[in-house]
Nanobody, 114 residues
Framework: VQLQASGGGLVQAGGSLRLSCAAS????????MGWYRQAPGNQRDLVAT???????AYANFVQGRFTISRDSAKNTVILQMNSLKPDDTGVYYC?????????WGQGTQVTVSS
């Protein structure tokens, strides 16, 4: 299983970014996929997940601002991030659960300036 994350960058507070995580196989074969983020000196925290059945869950700190979705034709999971805040700054990692094994993609840096 390979996961390729992309879409990070520098944006001003209030702006938007769209992260993509392209998987090497069908995303419906994964029990779940999700996005985590890690700020310098902090642990890696859950941002949002989506199950193979389409169920979604979000961290409280992104409720109403971020949306996780799937593009099945491209085997891609997308994180649309709106109303970004400086506290959203960090490295965002894509994660997949497949056959009881967790896989991580490389991180993509998101920086939100005030």
């Amino acid at each position: 299983v390979q996961l390729q994350a992309s879409g990070g960058g520098l944006v001003q507070a209030g702006g938007s970014l769209r992260l993509s995580c392209a998987a090497s196989g069908s995303i419906f074969s994964f029990t779940s996929m999700g996005w985590y983020r890690q700020a310098p000196g902090n642990q890696r925290d859950l941002v949002a997940t989506i199950t193979s059945g389409g169920g979604t869950a979000y961290a409280n700190f992104v409720q109403g601002r971020f949306t996780i979705s799937r593009d099945s034709a491209k085997n891609t999971v997308i994180l649309q991030m709106n109303s970004l805040k400086p506290d959203d700054t960090g490295v965002y990692y894509c994660r997949a659960l497949f056959s009881r094994t967790i896989y991580w993609g490389q991180g993509t840096q998101v920086t939100v300036s005030s």
